[in-house]
């Protein structure tokens, strides 16, 4: 119904190795930075694992249509796949290039007179911890 009515309707299913599933659950909990990413459920649905991966798979058999296909990323490379997924993206997408005006850089002023000051006297700096 969404597609007939004009909407463009992508799918994408980020897909991580359990490898990489368990290196990113061990780096979190030894991270001190990234241990808000692991929240109760979490922990909970590593017990129901195998569970969420049939429902997934129940999932795709009902809603991968050949109008709507899920396309499925390869995950292990966050960076990568990120990159991927949007290339993809803007490939599925129509499009047309936007004309755009030529910029021209006007020369640099110069001021001999001006001197920066020093970055340790900038009150900007960020402190080190």
Known sequence: MLI???IILIKYWFSVSD???ERRFKQR???PTRRWKISPMDVESRS???????????MFSYTDTKLSPWYVVEADDKRRARLNC??????LVP???VPREAIILPPLEKDKSYVRPPMSEQTFVPQKY
């Open 48 to 58: 129901r694992w195998v569970d969420y991966s049939k429902a997934k798979d129940e």
């Open 19 to 21: 490898r990489e599933q």
């Open 86 to 91: 949007i290339s993809h993206l803007l490939s």
């Open 4 to 6: 007939r009515s004009g």
């Open 95 to 97: 499009h047309e290039d």
């Open 29 to 31: 909990i030894s991270d």
